[in-house]
């Protein structure tokens, strides 16, 4: 094990345990303040190790995108979970069923009748009913009902369909877009009330938004996922500031060309390419000057100022700009301990899209 963070081989991933932790009570905290259940999103880490810190700090179970996510938290111990995705086909329904058996409690969403008749087939002779959100389309203009009328309409089907259970309302709104999504909610609550259907839960999301989140007499519940480790798309929206950044790219120096260009070990196969409406692909710590240009597979590409230039073996942290394609791009990390120890472990679920 290496001694030091100076030993270990580039390019790499380094989370700072201290700054995770960090991170995982003060949101806690604001959600504890402002009466909102706390159901984090493991998709930025992927690790049973932080999931089961994120519940014992006060979460109220997790959030996995995918079948393969859910699998892998529940043979760790976590056994409450939401997915919030439309699960289409029979391998994924028998998997899902599976899962359920598993569980404390289980929780999908739904946009549409024809992965309600889906999630139907397989529960059908369940010994307990599957909750079923409605996934609301409220400016995220991804997946969605689009209108309060097509969320009741589609909650009266799981109501009506064997083996379900319409368990409430799920919405990924636009950042900055949480006054829109509270009345879209409200407006589809009001109608499900009027029509005789109880609306236990109602959920949204976002870490650029976090902070401004409040239960404003709508919400009940919320989704963060990235702001574990926090990153330079975070930081340039005024969420978070560079201490708050866990993770981390450790990359080396591997060329200067000329004065003004340094290549590092780190494409966008460690990087990635996101840039999220950024310039450049991620934050140097300690070098605001320097300017990450391009990538490709092994190679990145730095303009540096020739008035403080960098020398060849140079180990630089980077910030990236999306944080959450990071940390599914390695096999294992490295954990960094308060007090400087080094522990490296794989990641639980990484490369589980399925």
């Not at 529940?74 to 995705?85: R, S, V």
């Not at 368990?167 to 909610?185: H, I, S």
Request: hydrophobic fraction near 40%; glycine fraction near 10%.
């Amino acid at each position: 094990m290496p001694d030091t963070i100076d030993s270990i081989e580039t390019p790499a991933f380094v989370v700072s345990e201290t700054i995770a932790r960090r991170n995982i009570r003060a949101l806690q905290d604001h959600c504890d303040r402002v009466g909102l259940r706390l159901r984090p999103h493991i998709k930025t880490h992927k690790l049973i190790r932080f999931a089961k810190a994120q519940v014992a700090a006060g979460a109220k179970g997790i959030t996995c995108q995918k079948i393969g996510e859910a699998e892998v938290m529940a043979e760790g111990g976590l056994d409450d979970i939401l997915i919030t995705y439309n699960i289409l086909g029979s391998a994924k329904l028998a998997r899902l069923r599976a899962l359920s058996d598993r569980l404390t409690r289980l929780a999908v969403t739904a946009d549409g009748q024809a992965v309600v008749t889906g999630l139907s087939a397989a529960f059908a002779d369940a010994p307990r009913p599957l909750d079923v959100l409605v996934e609301c389309d409220t400016g995220g203009r991804r997946c969605g009902v689009q209108t309060p009328e097509e969320a009741l309409a589609l909650a009266r089907g799981i109501a009506a369909s064997p083996g379900l259970r319409f368990g409430g309302l799920m919405t990924y709104p636009a950042a900055g877009g949480a006054r829109e999504a509270a009345g879209f909610l409200r407006a589809a609550r009001g109608l499900l009330r009027e029509n005789g259907l109880d609306c236990p839960t109602v959920t949204s999301g976002g870490t650029p938004d976090m902070w401004a989140s409040e239960a404003a007499d709508i919400l009940t519940e919320y989704r963060a996922g990235t702001y574990i480790y926090n990153d330079r798309s975070l930081v340039k929206r005024g969420t978070c500031g560079w201490e708050d950044c866990a993770g981390q790219v450790l990359a080396t120096v591997v060329s200067m060309p000329t004065p003004d260009r340094a290549v590092i070990d780190a494409g966008s196969k460690v990087l990635s390419s996101d840039l999220l409406g950024l310039t450049g692909h991620g934050h140097v710590m300690g070098h605001p000057e320097i300017q990450i240009t391009g990538l490709s597979e092994e190679h990145g590409v730095l303009a540096v100022d020739p008035a403080r230039p960098l020398q060849i073996g140079q180990r630089l942290r980077i910030v990236p700009n999306h944080v959450c394609v990071v940390s599914n791009l390695f096999d294992r990390i490295w954990i960094e301990g308060a007090d400087g120890s080094l522990e490296q472990v794989p990641v639980d679920a990484r490369g589980r899209v399925t």
